[in-house]
């Protein structure tokens, strides 16, 4: 009998055929909209995120995912791939109530 194992990858965790990541903004990215580079299984990819961007907001690239594991005769490998969703997660600066700033 063999056992295989797949440990949870640091960036991406895959669900179905869709790759998830949580990416991190600044609050002025959030605020303003900004391009930023994030990681895909097929490298560097440059996005523009909209203005007012929240914890939690969610952004779809198409066929960015897994491929189809056992697809038909004939397929376009584009069509019958996952997507890659980006969770992101505003950063908020530190506050400091007696006004030292760091």
Request: charged residues 25%; hydrophobic residues 35%; aromatic residues 6%.
């Amino acid at each position: 009998m063999l056992t295989i194992k797949i440990n949870d990858h640091a960036f991406f965790k895959r669900v179905d055929k869709n790759i998830e990541t949580e990416v991190s903004v600044t609050l002025s990215e959030a605020l303003l909209g900004a391009r930023i580079t994030i990681m895909t299984i097929e490298g560097p990819l440059t996005i523009v995120t909209k203005p007012g961007l929240s914890t939690g907001d969610t952004m779809t690239i198409e066929h960015y995912g897994v491929e189809e594991f056992n697809p038909p005769d004939g397929y376009d490998p584009q069509t019958l791939r996952g997507h890659h969703i980006i969770k992101f997660k505003v950063l908020l600066p530190d506050f400091d109530p007696n006004g030292n700033s760091e």
